[in-house]
């Protein structure tokens, strides 16, 4: 029993957090970018409200970062996303039965855990608009999130991601 209730457990705490994968051009070299803006035409997927907030979270990260938001950028940001609904199909069954005398018999319940969960997937790319709008680099993430969030939970929602998404930028040369 002791078993199981720590599976359960590790299932929790594993399905809830964020996944952020990245990928970029090797060749670029990301110490030359200082300034960025954003598409004029991005659509990003998030309603108006979640756009300017995730935009705002960016801004002032990257100005941590010591990048300045500009009308000539070095490169330009777009961000997209789209919401997927996770089905749960994780039930624990439990059953008994017999058997003797010739005849058998079984009950069985299967009990769901947890419930549906929405996930968001957002991409986010810079793109080196002078060089032929080159793609250098990308991170995608992956979480959940609830619909009907307090608007004060949405805003610290999308702050720690965004801290999580730029954890990887700039990407750390490996030899």
Do not use: H
């Not at 803006?37 to 756009?51: A, E, P, R, V």
């Not at 009308?71 to 003797?100: K, M, R, Y």
């Not at 010739?102 to 080196?128: A, H, K, Y």
């Amino acid at each position: 029993m002791k078993a199981f209730t720590y599976i359960l457990i590790a299932l929790a705490f594993t399905s809830c957090g964020t996944v952020v994968n990245y990928d970029y051009e090797t060749s670029t070299d990301f110490t030359q970018y200082k300034t960025y803006n954003y598409f004029d035409d991005m659509k990003t997927g998030l309603s108006q409200f979640d756009s300017i907030r995730l935009i705002d979270a960016i801004d002032i990260k990257l100005s941590t970062m010591g990048l300045t938001r500009s009308d000539n950028p070095d490169f330009f940001i777009d961000i997209q996303s789209q919401d997927i609904l996770n089905q749960n199909n994780s039930n624990v069954g439990i059953g008994a039965g017999g058997g003797g005398g010739g005849g058998f018999g079984g009950v069985s319940v299967g009990l769901p855990l947890g419930s549906n969960q929405n996930t968001r997937e957002i991409v986010i790319d810079f793109v080196d608009k002078k060089q032929n709008e080159r793609l250098i680099w990308q991170a995608v993430s992956e979480s959940t999130y609830k619909t009907n969030g307090s608007v004060k939970n949405r805003e610290t929602n999308l702050i720690k991601l965004v801290e999580k998404i730029f954890a990887g930028y700039p990407p750390k040369k490996t030899n």
